[in-house]
């Protein structure tokens, strides 16, 4: 894996990218971050080309390319280890269902502090294959480490924790669950929707197996 030399434009005139700005302070990142003008100046561009019939689906996939090792780089991993999905949602459920589960295997949660989208998946697996969901009990609104680590066995195919919760937007400590993962064989799978492009975030130093994340928040991309 690599890691990635930051680069900043200058604040007057990163701040003249979002227009939005200029009249409020805007602190809805958690929602949905800003668009920038160079967003919105390239997606103009792709409409244009389909409104004129244009089709170059050889740049597109140039761009493809180019995005997955640039965010690659801005999370400390390798090109081939991106993959493009349409949401977090469908990253979660793609990692879940590439495992073969057997009646008794388990899969490790704080329910209360996961999106919906990081629940169901399981809820889906508990049903079809006889998987069993460990409840961790939040701690005053975070993902307590020492409960999460004792309920990995030999049978916790998946320990899944957000590295910042949803509500009410704590940091889970990720290091300690990550070493217990790797002790006794669990995949850590951490949903980065609410910390990527908010908080540094270098998946070794993380120690996770997976992550997910979503591109219209901190990385203010669209939906």
């Not at 003008?37 to 103009?44: H, I, K």
């Not at 400390?76 to 991106?82: L, P, R, S, V």
């Not at 993959?83 to 977090?88: F, G, I, L, P, Y």
């Not at 008794?104 to 508990?126: K, T, Y």
Request: proline share 3%; hydrophobic share 40%; charged share 20%.
């Amino acid at each position: 894996m690599t890691s990635m030399t930051s680069h900043f434009l200058p604040f007057d005139l990163l701040r003249q990218e979002f227009p939005a700005i200029k009249s409020a302070i805007y602190m809805d990142v958690a929602n949905q971050g800003l668009i920038s003008r160079t967003t919105r100046t390239s997606m103009d561009q792709h409409l244009d080309n389909r409104l004129n019939g244009l089709n170059d689906e050889e740049g597109m996939m140039l761009l493809v390319e180019q995005t997955r090792s640039r965010f690659a780089q801005f999370v400390g991993a390798e090109k081939d280890e991106i993959a493009v999905t349409k949401n977090a949602s469908e990253g979660i459920n793609t990692i879940g269902n590439a495992i073969a589960w057997k009646p008794g295997d388990n899969v490790v949660l704080c329910r209360q502090l996961e999106h919906a989208n990081n629940i169901l998946p399981w809820l889906q697996l508990r049903d079809k294959h006889g998987v069993e969901l460990r409840i961790v009990e939040t701690d005053n609104g975070a993902i307590p480490c020492d409960a999460t680590i004792d309920q990995i066995n030999s049978r916790t195919r998946i320990v899944t924790v957000s590295t910042v919760t949803m509500v009410p937007g704590l940091k889970t400590v990720m290091e300690p669950i990550a070493e217990a993962c790797k002790r006794l064989g669990a995949f850590l799978l951490a949903d980065a929707s609410q910390s990527v492009g908010i908080l540094h975030t270098d998946v070794n130093l993380l120690g996770v197996d997976g992550l997910v994340t979503s591109s219209y928040k901190g990385l203010m991309g669209l939906y």
